[in-house]
T-cell receptor
Framework: DVKVTQSSRYLVKRTGEKVFLECVQD?????MFWYRQDPGLGLRLIYF???????EKGDIPEGYSVSREKKERFSLILESASTNQTSMYLC???????????FGPGTRLLVL | QKEVEQDPGPLSVPEGAIVSLNCTYS??????FMWYRQYSRKGPELLMY????GNKEDGRFTAQVDKSSKYISLFIRDSQPSDSATYLC????????????FGTGTRLKVLA
């Protein structure tokens, strides 16, 4: 069974704080993704990575950065959290492109 | 126009009913189609994965793809209260992109 874990289920941060969200997958998948999910907007891709140290911007990368130093770990960084980044953040991984994406449980982030 | 359209619901049905969930899409390059189930405050979990046109069955679930109409469906037979969740369709193509496009999800309620 594919397992994707995320470091926190719930997080409360203050405006301006630097926030780290971590994601780990245990199936040696090549690709990893970060999405945010908001009511009525669905899943929006923030960044994805197709190899260690490789990353590509998704649809809404502004205000975010990512790091993939090891194949199994993909981190999302909010450089200076803002209230409009309050959302559900979902990490996913896939073996290769066009293969099924497997999701983590999500992190609910509240920025005050 | 969105690339993928999905009726948000909510769709309420009695226990035991056959449920039909649908997505339409505009990009004829999409070849891989997925259905995910998402319980409240959890990450999406994969239900079905299909390639190109045709039907695929797994237990009470049947996925159907009609590429000529750019229309995909998920049927749930003998629906149960435990099927109450949001159902997301997702798709991706064969051209050189890692991008998956998700529908916004249909909320289903199965009433006991």
């Amino acid at each position: 069974d594919v397992k994707v874990t995320q470091s926190s289920r719930y997080l409360v941060k203050r405006t301006g704080e630097k926030v780290f969200l971590e994601c780990v997958q245990d199936m040696d998948h090549e690709n990893m993704f970060w999405y945010r999910q908001d009511p009525g907007l669905g899943l929006r891709l923030i960044y994805f990575s197709y190899d260690v140290k490789m990353k590509e911007k998704g649809d809404i990368p502004e205000g975010y950065s990512v790091s993939r130093e090891k194949k199994e770990r993909f981190s999302l960084i909010l450089e200076s959290a803002s209230t409009n980044q309050t959302s559900m953040y979902l990490c996913a991984s896939s073996l290769r492109d066009r293969e099924t994406q497997y999701f983590g449980p999500g992190t609910r982030l509240l920025v005050l | 126009q969105k690339e993928v359209e999905q009726d948000p619901g909510p769709l309420s049905v009695p226990e035991g009913a056959i449920v039909s969930l649908n997505c339409t899409y505009s990009n004829s390059a999409f070849q891989y189609f997925m259905w995910y189930r998402q319980y409240s405050r959890k990450g999406p979990e994969l239900l079905m994965y299909t390639y190109s046109s045709g039907n695929k069955e797994d237990g009470r679930f049947t996925a159907q793809v009609d590429k000529s109409s750019k229309y995909i469906s998920l049927f749930i037979r003998d629906s149960q209260p435990s099927d109450s969740a949001t159902y997301l369709c997702a798709m991706t193509g064969t051209s050189g992109t890692y991008k998956y496009i998700f529908g916004t999800g249909t909320r289903l309620k199965v009433l006991a």
